[in-house]
Each structure stands twice: as C-alpha cells, then as structure tokens.
C-alpha cells in the first residue's frame, strides 16, 4: 500500500509539471507515460489482483485527469459527474 500511494504521488507530481503552463497550449504526455509504466511495473511486481489493479490505476490517473482540467479548458471536472467526487481547488 505505501508504494500505491508513493506511485499516485508520481502521477500527481508527472501530470502536475502542466499546471504552470498557460491555457490552451500543447501539453506534453512523456512525464505521464513515464508515470503510468512505473506504476505498471509495481503493480506487475506486487502481483496485485485484477479488482485491486485496475482501482489503482483508475486512482492514479483521475488524479492525472484533474490535474489536466486544471490546465486546459476542453477537459470538464468530474466533480459533479461522480458521486461524492470532490471539488479540486
């Protein structure tokens, strides 16, 4: 469990390079890509199960999406859409 959470920490931190940048402007995926095959690579490692694998992943990379509506208008919050979703500042 420490690594999931040091692994959504490394999503967060890859896709949150982005939030600086202005509006609009061309966003790049590489940090994120990095991201998500070191978590493919724990999650192979740690031999989660399927159920528990793709929870990590969905976690992981809402926490990305967020991030990416933080920075660009054609993306839409899931605050709203999922249930008890909260608001991101």
């Known amino acids: ?6 692994l959504v920490a ?8 982005v939030a600086g940048q202005p509006r609009g402007e061309k966003i790049d995926a590489a940090p994120l890509h990095r991201a998500h ?15 528990v694998a793709s929870r ?7 926490a990305g999406y967020e991030v990416l509506n933080q920075v660009d208008d ?5 605050h709203g859409q999922v249930k008890d979703f909260p608001a991101i500042p």
């Open 74 to 78: 054609k993306y839409q919050s899931l």
């Open 37 to 51: 095959e070191a978590l493919t690579s724990v999650i192979v490692h740690d031999i989660f199960s399927p159920p």
């Open 10 to 17: 490394l999503i967060v931190l890859a896709t949150s390079q």
């Open 1 to 6: 469990m420490q690594k999931f959470r040091l």
């Open 56 to 62: 990590i992943y969905v976690y992981a990379h809402i």
